[in-house]
């Protein structure tokens, strides 16, 4: 089945700056790779998602890459605030339905 | 709030006992989804529902687990003979079906297990 790898597992910014979380899969035929916020005690929110026939996606000042010959995705947060302090999942799917998730970053933006 | 809805929120358990949680997808979301998140992990897919047909279970589910979705709208996770490895927090999505299914996911509050 899917394995999804993602890295770092804690990641401490100053306000303003720019966070990079990244994740591997194992399965070539995954074709779809959503991100997920998880603030404490709260749902996974969906904030972006790309298919595997786009190598980018943005979204004011959040983005994902794709590298499909890797097999490896990035999320982007630019111009970080302490909201966006939270739990962050990336997943993927090579089924239609079911998502298989990383561990999770948790990502603290100091002011 | 007309998302999709969870009960109970929290269920404290002692180990050997049965329990049951409920889910309520968005009325318009024909597919229903299962999913355990244990502390600093991602949530694991559990099994899925296509309205009323249970169409995939994971092999992490063991046979005490069983779900249904008996008219195609809310859905029940059993646990049987609860084990503390079972604590956990059951997060219960839904979404449309479609090519577009598996993008119009929308989790619930999810129930927290603690079995004692």
């Known amino acids: 089945g899917e394995n999804v790898e993602q890295h770092p597992s804690t990641l401490s910014v100053q306000e303003g700056d720019s966070a990079v979380i990244k994740c591997t899969y194992s399965d070539s035929a995954s074709n779809y790779f959503p991100w997920y916020k998880q603030e404490l005690g709260k749902r996974p929110q969906l904030i972006i998602d790309i298919r595997s026939n786009v190598g980018e996606k943005k979204d004011q000042r959040i983005a994902v890459t794709l590298n499909k010959t890797a097999k490896h995705f990035s999320l982007h947060i630019t111009e970080t605030q302490p909201e966006d302090s939270a739990v962050y999942f990336c997943a993927a799917s090579d089924s239609g339905y079911a998502l298989n998730f990383g561990k999770g970053t948790s990502l603290l933006v100091t002011p | 709030d007309t998302g999709v809805s969870q009960d109970p929120r929290h269920k404290i358990t002692k180990r050997g006992q049965n329990v049951t949680f409920r889910c309520d997808p968005i009325s318009e979301h024909n597919r229903l989804y299962w999913y355990r998140q244990t502390l600093g992990q991602g949530p694991e897919f559990l099994t899925y529902f296509q309205n009323e047909a249970q169409l995939e279970k994971s092999r992490l589910l063991s046979d005490r687990f069983s779900a249904e979705r008996p008219k195609g709208s809310f859905s029940t996770l059993e646990i049987q003979r609860t084990e503390q490895g079972d604590s956990a927090m059951y997060l219960c999505?839904?979404?449309?079906?479609?090519?577009?299914?598996?993008?119009?996911?929308?989790f619930g509050s999810g129930t927290r297990l603690t079995v004692v």
């Open positions: 999505a839904s979404s449309p079906s479609g090519v577009q299914g598996e993008r119009g996911y929308t």
